[in-house]
Nanobody
Framework: QVQLVESGGGLVQPGGSLRLSCAAS????????MAWYRQAPGKERELVAE???????TYADSVKGRFTISRDNAKNTVYLQMNSLNAEDTAVYLC???????????????WGHGTQVTVSS
């Protein structure tokens, strides 16, 4: 099995920064893509940023220029650097990984449990 462990969430003032981390552990798999989603109270879950195995990145319009997604392939870890945070960024942030399992010969998606980001003065 593959496990995703998220960290880095917390309380930050408007204009501040946070860096989220998501580490994938296990065996017999390769990562095709990793992404960060977020869900705020009363809103649908939305894609924040994604990075593919080829290094291509995608960002939501609301975070372009402020957030940066990156991968450390040696550590099977994805990061989300969040700058110039505002109240609209308050949400539970969830890590997602699209995995190819060589043992089961299939593609599988995994989700982390989420980490809370709160932007407040």
């Amino acid at each position: 099995q593959v496990q995703l462990v998220e960290s880095g969430g917390g309380l930050v003032q408007p204009g501040g920064s946070l860096r989220l981390s998501c580490a994938a552990s296990g065996s017999g798999f390769s990562i095709n893509a990793m992404a960060w989603y977020r869900q705020a109270p009363g809103k649908e879950r939305e894609l924040v940023a994604e990075v593919t195995s080829g290094g291509s990145t995608t960002y939501a319009d609301s975070v372009k220029g402020r957030f940066t997604i990156s991968r450390d392939n040696a550590k099977n870890t994805v990061y989300l650097q969040m700058n110039s945070l505002n109240a609209e960024d308050t949400a539970v942030y969830l890590c997602n990984a699209r995995i190819f399992s060589s043992a089961r010969w299939q593609r599988t998606a995994y989700w982390g449990h989420g980490t809370q980001v709160t932007v407040s003065s």
